[in-house]
């Protein structure tokens, strides 16, 4: 990672430094923070002669060696202070909550719009809504690019930012065309290495965040965080880290719940941490104390599945899906335990 003097390097520059760590097979990737531009090496940044050039340039400050497989998530990197806001909210600074409709179904928008406001009244900062579903049996319902429409009306009629799922680099097209703020890239994915580059370069010059569900097979921390490094070495920051639960399950739980991994990725990465209590659990009871968990583990933000009327829902709804009632009192409660996190430091 090259450090500046000023806070961006000029297109000479920048031309300049590509040109030496071109020799050594490497390239730079200019990282656009809220606060400056990180200069990331891609390649293998430990050759001495090339950092020896490099810093001999008058304009550069140090060129810092993470020596780290997620050189760009880590929490040593300079990204560290780069702040991800959405829906208003710095995570970080206040917790922030995504909740709607597991999967929208093109045949009832109403109910869409009404959940939409629904959770807006309950407190969501970002409306979530499936277009395009990940289904484990091949003859469900499998979304449908009408949804698409519903999920930027439902965004026009409430102001919420909205997030969906993609699975594919044609959905991922179809989604930021059409001004999906927040793209998720879900469990089943989230080791699909050439989807996860896709996205990196789809949202490289945009200021879209990327919530990055942890697969249902990970293990060590390493791959999760790696994984986000995939997407941000293309250039944007706006990383959002979502443990869901993994296989195998808890006996009586969908999954196996994970949010208790946050302070541990929180000692390894600087990225915010979105817990999904919906699909650890899997079951609209189980919900509530989840998100309660996740929060008191340290979780930056949730993201929930909630709906009008669960009944009439399609996907998960029906199993999953909490009442706006329900989500109003989950998120209240949550907002405690947060506060209790975050006691106001008396200078
Ligand atoms: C979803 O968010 O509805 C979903 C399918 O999530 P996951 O990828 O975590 O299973
Ligand atoms: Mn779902």
């Known amino acids: 990672m090259i450090l500046p003097k000023a806070n961006r390097l000029t297109a000479e520059q920048l031309a300049e430094i590509s040109r030496i760590v071109e020799d050594f097979g490497c390239r730079i990737q200019p990282i ?17 002669l090339m950092i020896d050039r490099l810093e001999g340039l008058g304009y550069i400050d140090r060129v810092d060696k993470i020596q780290s497989p997620h050189k760009l998530m880590d929490r040593r990197s300079d990204l560290a202070t780069h702040r991800i806001t959405v829906g208003g909210i710095t995570l970080g600074t206040e917790l922030l909550i995504i909740a709607g409709q597991c999967t929208i179904d093109p045949k009832n928008p109403q109910l869409f719009y009404e959940t939409a406001q629904a959770v807006k009244e309950a407190g969501a900062q970002v409306l979530r809504g499936g277009v395009w579903k990940p289904r484990t049996n091949p003859y469900a319902f499998q979304g449908d690019v009408k949804s698409l429409d519903i999920l ?8 919420l930012p909205v997030d969906a799922e993609v699975m594919d680099e044609q959905q991922l097209k179809l989604a930021l ?8 890239i879900g469990a089943r994915n989230a080791l699909n290495y050439s989807l996860l580059r896709a996205a990196g370069r789809a949202v490289a010059e945009r200021d879209t965040v990327v919530l990055l569900k942890r697969s249902l097979h990970m293990g060590p921390l390493n791959e999760f965080i790696s994984a986000a490094e995939y997407i941000v070495s293309f250039g944007n920051p706006n990383i959002l880290l979502c443990p869901r639960g993994t296989s195998p399950t808890l ?18 990465t600087w990225a915010p941490v979105v817990v999904d209590p ?12 989840c998100a309660l968990a996740a929060v008191a583990y ?8 909630a709906h009008v009327s669960p009944s009439q829902g399609i996907g998960d709804d029906p199993k999953q899906a909490l009442t706006p009632a329900a989500l109003a009192l989950t998120i209240r409660q949550a907002k405690q335990i947060w506060t209790l996190r975050h006691p106001v430091k008396v200078p």
């Open 251 to 268: 006996d009586g739980y969908r999954n196996h719940p994970d949010e208790s991994i946050t302070p541990l990725l929180k000692e390894k």
């Open 298 to 305: 340290g979780a930056d933000g949730l993201c929930i599945e």
């Open 152 to 159: 930027l009306e439902a965004h026009r009629r409430t102001g």
């Open 177 to 184: 065309d059409a001004g999906v703020h927040m793209l998720q």
């Open 32 to 48: 656009v923070g809220a606060v400056r531009t990180i200069y990331a090496i891609v390649g293998d940044e430990r050759e001495e």
């Open 278 to 289: 919906s699909h650890s659990v899997g079951k609209a009871t189980y919900v509530p104390a």
